[in-house]
């Protein structure tokens, strides 16, 4: 279930690096396996032959010959670098390869000195124990397209029984090599995500984030911060604010829902929402301007950017927030990333604060007069 996200150290004893995509790993015996060099492990490779990854792969198409020519040239370099510590070559024992169950090499690094090694192995021990186990977290999980995501919250909470829990919540981007951790609240009933404004740990190698982001200190981040956001959770349910067709059509779009007519010239369900009762409210939203304004969906979808941005019709903001939130961990909702949610919380944020001013603004203009 988590082998995307949990890695293992390949022990190589010999490497034969033969296209820029792949290498051809011996570990022991003859044991020889290809591993398809992912962003992360591209980024340290390069790094090393101090050559920039896209040259390597343009020299390549044009002339297979001058690449290997090139790369053993810049490996032979590396190797001989005067500083030890700093001195790369494949076989070096501090440098870990991490590969996951695909072999796809998702991130290579050099830990210089065989006490940082050893603390990797045992860092890593833990990140495997708490991605994977229920020992302190229990976990929502899902693998979308190029994305991993991890929603955690403490093992002693009883979801139906809460209004909310404090979450950790996990994105992993193995292909573009970008690992973001946000902390936030899910309100379980509506199955609303309410994250922070922000990340609170991000980086762009997966071996940094095993050696560096510690569970314990997000959950108890978390739980910090969770009460004010259900506060805001219940401000945001009790002072409603509405979503204009410009800013829905846009959010959708974004998230990669396509939005389809029926020859009535309604719109159709969208099928990558996977929850009924939020296609309805989507549906619901273009449809019903026909009661009111005489506009159908499609003259919705047609109208000028300026004119979607006056079309309202009793969706909010937290109806759209709590709708994605339902998709986040679907397969179809790869798109939906934390990012997003946390945009509309900014939204929703900056749009009471802007509400609040001009209500001060109107009381002092009474008061004067």
Not at 200 to 225: C, V
Request: glycine share 2%; with cysteine; proline share 2%.
């Amino acid at each position: 279930m988590f082998d995307s996200i949990t890695p293992v150290i390949v022990k190589p004893k010999f490497i034969d690096w033969k296209t820029p995509k792949f290498l051809d790993i011996d570990t022991g015996d003859n044991d020889i396996k290809t591993y398809e060099i992912l962003k992360g492990a591209e980024n340290f490779l390069h790094s090393e032959l101090d050559v920039k990854a896209s040259t390597m792969k343009d020299v390549y198409k044009k002339a297979p010959e001058i690449w290997k020519q090139l790369k053993d040239y810049r490996l032979k370099v590396a190797a001989e670098n005067p500083n030890e510590k700093e001195a790369f070559t494949f076989d070096k024992s501090t440098v870990v390869y991490l590969s996951n169950s695909a072999n796809e090499l998702v991130d290579i690094v050099d830990l210089q000195t065989d006490e940082r090694y050893n603390e990797f192995k045992q860092n890593l021990e833990k990140y495997i124990l708490n991605v994977t186990t229920i020992t302190k977290t229990r976990k929502f999980y899902s693998e979308g397209k190029n994305i991993v995501k991890l929603i955690c919250y403490d093992k002693d909470i009883e979801l139906p029984a809460v209004d909310y829990a404090p979450v950790i919540i996990i994105e992993y981007n193995i292909n573009k090599s970008t690992y973001m951790v946000y902390t936030g609240i899910l309100v379980y009933k509506t199955f609303t995500l309410i994250p922070t404004i922000g990340t609170y740990y991000e980086t762009d190698k997966l071996s940094t984030l095993i050696n560096n982001f510690n569970f314990d200190d997000a959950l108890e981040y978390a739980n910090e911060q969770a009460d004010s956001l259900y506060n805001n959770y219940q401000h945001f349910v009790q002072n409603p604010v509405e979503i204009s067709a410009r800013e829905l059509i846009s959010l959708l779009k974004k998230v990669g829902y396509k939005l389809e007519l029926k020859t009535d010239d309604d719109l159709a369900s969208i099928s990558a929402i996977e929850d009924e009762a939020s296609n309805e409210k989507i549906q619901q939203f273009f449809n019903t301007f026909k009661f009111k304004t005489s506009e159908t969906a499609y003259d919705i979808l047609n109208l000028t950017e300026l004119k979607k941005m006056f079309r309202y019709n009793e969706l909010t903001l937290l109806d759209v927030l709590s709708v994605l939130s339902k998709e986040y961990l679907n397969y179809e909702g790869a798109k939906i990333t934390v990012d997003v949610l946390s945009s509309i919380v900014f939204d929703l944020s900056s749009k009471h604060n802007d509400k609040k001013e001009v209500e001060a603004i109107k009381e002092e203009v009474v008061e004067e007069e």
